[in-house]
Nanobody, 124 residues
Framework: QARLVESGGRLVQAGDSLRVSCAAS????????VGWFRQVPGKEFEFIAG????????KYADAVKGRFTISRDNTKQMTDLQMNSLKPEDTAVYYC?????????????????WGQGTQVTVSS
């Protein structure tokens, strides 16, 4: 059974850095594109970053480009999202997701498996 579990979310100050992680099980991890999304209550899911199966393709949303870095370790079946220079508008629940595709997709419907989310709160 596929399972994705995020961790690392917490309350931080504006300008701080934070790393959130996602551990996968029950899937052949290196067969999946991995993406990070976030959601603010009452708003749509927002694509943040995605990385292809072997890391050759990476995409970022304009809102986080230059501040966030996505990575993956297929041997550990994990993906990380390093977030620097955090802003209050980065406050959201962050989700990792896995898509059985070749290219990095930016739409929610392409991702078959999702974690439960981890809350990141950035105070001003």
């Amino acid at each position: 059974q596929a399972r994705l579990v995020e961790s690392g979310g917490r309350l931080v100050q504006a300008g701080d850095s934070l790393r959130v992680s996602c551990a996968a099980s029950g899937i052949t991890f290196d067969s999946y594109v991995v993406g990070w999304f976030r959601q603010v209550p009452g708003k749509e899911f927002e694509f943040i970053a995605g990385i292809s199966r072997l890391g050759g393709e990476i995409k970022y949303a304009d809102a986080v480009k230059g501040r966030f870095t996505i990575s993956r370790d297929n041997t550990k079946q994990m993906t990380d999202l390093q977030m620097n220079s955090l802003k209050p508008e980065d406050t959201a629940v962050y989700y990792c997701a896995a898509a059985f595709t070749v290219r990095v997709m930016t739409t929610r419907r392409e991702y078959a498996y999702w974690g439960q989310g981890t809350q990141v709160t950035v105070s001003s």
